[in-house]
């Protein structure tokens, strides 16, 4: 930091802000911390009583704050993201489409951990909004060296670190079970709870059946919806351990791959999901859905299903790892 003359100080960066105040109109900033000074701004400088400046000198080894946030912003951005402008050295990232966020945590700890720069996301493997902000980046000083910033280039590598998939306006079938729907007792009030989480994501319902505590009739169904053109099944009801309940045994009988039945999460620990694979190669999911899903705001499913919808594949690993947070 250097003191010298408002005249001397074009293409000097400012250390701190530079407030003006007129009477009953404004008291503002007039020029921001990390601006960098032009000819032009010399007599609004000086209109303000500003004689000499502090200020960062600025040479060929240094980085403005704001080139170094566009530095940070390219080795994020990837398709389906656009960025807004510096704004106090600061850049953001916004989506351009609904999607799962993707990230290379090791690239993003290890930029994070060199200091002096830093990057902020929502949490990765989670749903992002169109035109939702979901990453902003800035250096901390107002000046940083190019050798700092090379070496941050050189611990994220090649690849971006961050990744958008966009979500697929898939087809989905919904199989109600459970006798007393089926046999009119009660009202099927899961159904209509389940398409609105469908829709709400884009989906299309193309099917609703409603059937008995049976595991070949539902397994019949299944692959009947497959066979028609589902591109997810969601099976409600039936997944508990009473004898009566047969939906596991009806997914497993498909021969879909069962990934999980039961995950860490509350409510929606007897959440199955498994995937069946079609002759051309393709993986349909086929979900497994509590009583929770009809009654509580948000599940294990509204964990899971951006991740259906935009073809990327769920461990069994990635649900024991929802333990932490599962609370929800």
């Given at each position: 930091?250097?003191?010298?003359?408002?005249?001397?100080?074009?293409?000097?960066?400012?250390?701190?802000?530079?407030?003006?105040?007129?009477?009953?109109?404004?008291?503002?900033?007039?020029?921001?911390?990390?601006?960098?000074?032009?000819?032009?701004?010399?007599?609004?400088?000086?209109?303000?009583?500003?004689?000499?400046?502090?200020?960062?000198?600025?040479?060929?080894?240094?980085?403005?704050?704001?080139?170094?946030?566009?530095?940070?912003?390219?080795?994020?951005?990837?398709?389906?993201?656009?960025?807004?402008?510096?704004?106090?050295?600061?850049?953001?990232?916004?989506?351009?489409?609904?999607?799962?966020?993707?990230?290379?945590?090791?690239?993003?700890?290890?930029?994070?951990?060199?200091?002096?720069?830093?990057?902020?996301?929502?949490?990765?493997?989670?749903?992002?909004?169109?035109?939702?902000?979901?990453?902003?980046?800035?250096?901390?000083?107002?000046?940083?060296?190019?050798?700092?910033?090379?070496?941050?280039?050189?611990?994220?590598?090649?690849?971006?670190?961050?990744?958008?998939?966009?979500?697929?306006?898939?087809?989905?079938?919904?199989?109600?079970?459970?006798?007393?729907?089926?046999?009119?007792?009660?009202?099927?009030?899961?159904?209509?709870?389940?398409?609105?989480?469908?829709?709400?994501?884009?989906?299309?319902?193309?099917?609703?059946?409603?059937?008995?505590?049976?595991?070949?009739?539902?397994?019949?169904?299944?692959?009947?919806?497959?066979?028609?053109?589902?591109?997810?099944?969601?099976?409600?009801?039936?997944?508990?351990?009473?004898?009566?309940?047969?939906?596991?045994?009806?997914?497993?009988?498909?021969?879909?791959?069962?990934?999980?039945?039961?995950?860490?999460?509350?409510?929606?620990?007897?959440?199955?999901?498994?995937?069946?694979?079609?002759?051309?190669?393709?993986?349909?999911?086929?979900?497994?859905?509590?009583?929770?899903?009809?009654?509580?705001?948000?599940?294990?499913?509204?964990?899971?299903?951006?991740?259906?919808?935009?073809?990327?594949?769920?461990?069994?690993?990635?649900l024991a790892a929802l333990g932490e947070g599962g609370?929800?």
């Amino acid at each position: 930091m250097k003191l010298i003359r408002t005249e001397d100080a074009v293409g000097h960066v400012l250390c701190h802000d530079m407030t003006q105040i007129i009477r009953g109109v404004t008291k503002d900033a007039l020029f921001r911390k990390g601006h960098v000074v032009t000819e032009e701004d010399i007599p609004l400088l000086l209109g303000i009583g500003k004689e000499h400046l502090y200020v960062w000198e600025k040479d060929d080894s240094m980085l403005h704050e704001d080139e170094a946030a566009e530095i940070l912003m390219n080795l994020c951005r990837n398709r389906h993201m656009k960025a807004t402008a510096p704004k106090e050295g600061r850049i953001n990232l916004q989506a351009e489409c609904s999607g799962v966020l993707k990230i290379r945590r090791d690239k993003l700890l290890a930029v994070n951990s060199c200091g002096e720069v830093m990057i902020a996301t929502k949490r990765g493997d989670t749903l992002i909004r169109k035109e939702q902000v979901f990453a902003g980046m800035r250096v901390i000083p107002l000046v940083i060296s190019k050798e700092k910033m090379a070496q941050v280039e050189a611990l994220a590598g090649d690849e971006p670190i961050l990744k958008l998939l966009p979500l697929k306006a898939k087809r989905a079938a919904i199989l109600a079970t459970g006798s007393e729907i089926y046999k009119g007792r009660i009202e099927d009030t899961f159904t209509p709870v389940v398409a609105g989480k469908l829709a709400e994501l884009g989906c299309t319902v193309m099917d609703r059946r409603i059937l008995d505590d049976d595991a070949a009739s539902v397994t019949a169904a299944i692959l009947d919806e497959i066979g028609r053109g589902a591109e997810l099944v969601c099976v409600t009801g039936g997944m508990s351990v009473d004898p009566d309940d047969k939906t596991p045994l009806a997914i497993r009988q498909t021969g879909a791959e069962i990934i999980s039945y039961g995950a860490p999460v509350l409510p929606g620990a007897m959440f199955l999901l498994s995937y069946y694979r079609k002759q051309d190669g393709t993986s349909i999911p086929v979900v497994g859905l509590p009583g929770c899903v009809m009654y509580a705001k948000r599940t294990i499913f509204d964990l899971t299903l951006p991740r259906l919808l935009s073809d990327d594949p769920v461990s069994a690993a990635e649900l024991a790892a929802l333990g932490e947070g599962g609370l929800l």
